[in-house]
């Protein structure tokens, strides 16, 4: 009787949710209090995928069921990123029956990588992809070597490993196991010889300590890395990017098939990687997932284009708290040829929580927007003196700051034609985007 009634509170709770623009985890909280074990008690899909990490588990979960609907599969997802228990109980408890069981081929689930080990206490994925683990929000979450402990305890014995194989730290998970396939990428056009950015949190082994060594890396410390006492290196992929073409916006997978990139960013490819091998192990041939993937545009706002004025503009949304997730879009902006302007907002630095901690701006390496076609840059937001003291650290000499967010737009409209680039977090994004004309 409780199991009943907790799907039909959840159910419920989620029906009026939607009506007010609402209600993706408060109906799981509900239900969790009704029947703490409710997601024991449900009969769950056969296939059960996770996806969790520092960085892409939205988009790799989105192009994971994009490519399994595509191959005919009924997939149920938290489209809306409510990635917690409460959240998780909300999407499984909503696609159940009333006698408990979720009728669809593929449960597909984004877990916050703090709290896996309590969304997967009653039940474990058959499948489950780590993207990648590094400093990110550092008052939530402290190390990546505590986020690694934490997500420890959810990994089943039975359960199916998809790693990053370029990461060291996540590379640590399949130690001891037997069932763990890997992605990663292979030396290629957008390869350096060592690690860059401001910070360095691969120069030490996570196993033993001794210092790291790399032979090629894509990005900060992602790369092919091998310690020099333990032996603890990149392993043999299962699934790789064998060739980049940036210029032509084309990546290859395994030498075989050629997927075409809507987004010219290594984050991307990475993404588009993790999710190639997920559905290749779920039995979807490379081809297909290949298909779909080629020029695929993502529905989850993390980029979107606009005009403002003259401008022609594009979100690239940054996390805040996570200053590889900016270095590798300031990258973007710096591989670009035209003539741009830059917009940095930090307005408010979490949605979740109260923080004015603001050290994560002296981990982003802002001298990367220090090329010829960066006329300028424009600082803005409640943090914006935050970020003038960043760069005041800088080679740049062409930033100014304005704490209003919606006078940084007017001046920004009423000057120039150039690209307009804004880089910020998705808590910030609507401040600017309700100020410009969307494009389709």
């Not at 009728?103 to 206490?121: C, H, M």
């Not at 529905?299 to 996390?319: E, P």
């Not at 935050?386 to 737009?409: C, G, K, V, Y």
Request: with cysteine; proline share 3%; glycine share 8%.
């Amino acid at each position: 009787m409780r199991k009943f009634i907790a799907i039909l509170v959840c159910k419920l709770g989620r029906a009026v949710g939607k009506l007010i623009g609402k209600g993706s985890s408060m109906p799981g909280q509900a239900a969790l209090k009704i029947c703490p074990d409710i997601l024991q008690r449900v009969k769950l899909p056969k296939h059960i995928i996770a996806v969790t990490g520092s960085n892409g588990k939205t988009s790799t979960v989105e192009m994971i069921a994009a490519i399994l609907r595509a191959g005919g599969m009924s997939v149920v997802y938290n489209e809306e990123g409510s990635n917690q228990i409460e959240g998780v109980a909300t999407l499984v408890l909503t696609h159940a029956t009333l006698g408990g069981e979720v009728r669809a081929d593929v449960l597909l689930i984004e877990s916050d990588e703090r709290y896996a080990a309590r969304t997967f206490q009653f039940f474990h994925p058959t499948e489950f992809v780590i993207t990648n683990l590094y400093r990110d929000q550092l008052t939530r979450n402290g190390h990546p070597e505590w986020v690694y402990d934490a997500i420890l305890p959810a990994i089943h014995p039975e359960t199916k490993l998809i790693l990053n194989a370029d990461d060291p730290l996540s590379g640590c998970f399949a130690r001891g196991r037997e069932k763990v396939k890997w992605f990663g990428l292979d030396r290629c056009s957008v390869s350096m010889d060592s690690p860059d950015g401001v910070y360095h949190d691969g120069a030490y082994c996570p196993v033993c300590r001794a210092p790291m060594e790399y032979d090629y890396v894509h990005y900060n410390h992602i790369g092919a890395y091998r310690c020099t006492k333990c032996g603890h290196r990149k392993p043999r992929t299962d699934y790789t990017v064998t060739a980049v073409d940036l210029d032509a916006s084309t990546l290859t997978i395994d030498g075989e098939v050629t997927v075409k990139l809507a987004f010219r960013s290594i984050y991307n490819i990475y993404n588009i990687l993790a999710a190639y091998a997920a559905c290749r192990e779920c039995g979807v041939p490379g081809e297909a997932a290949a298909g779909v993937l080629s020029g695929y545009l993502l529905k989850n706002g993390r980029m979107q284009t606009f005009r403002l004025g003259a401008h022609h503009g594009t979100l690239l949304t940054s996390k805040h708290e996570n200053s590889i997730a900016y270095d590798t879009n300031l990258r973007y902006i710096a591989g670009t040829e035209k003539d741009c302007v830059v917009l940095v907002i930090v307005d408010a630095v979490s949605r979740k929580y109260f923080t004015s901690e603001t050290s994560w701006l002296w981990d982003i390496d802002f001298d990367r927007l220090n090329v010829p076609h960066v006329k300028r840059v424009v600082l803005a937001g409640r943090y914006c003196n935050d970020l003038a003291e960043r760069f005041s650290f800088t080679e740049l000499d062409n930033w100014s700051a304005e704490p209003d967010i919606a006078a940084a737009a007017s001046e920004l409209k009423a000057n120039g034609d150039e690209e307009l680039f804004v880089v910020t977090c998705f808590s910030d994004r609507d401040k600017i985007l309700s100020r410009v004309e969307k494009e389709a």
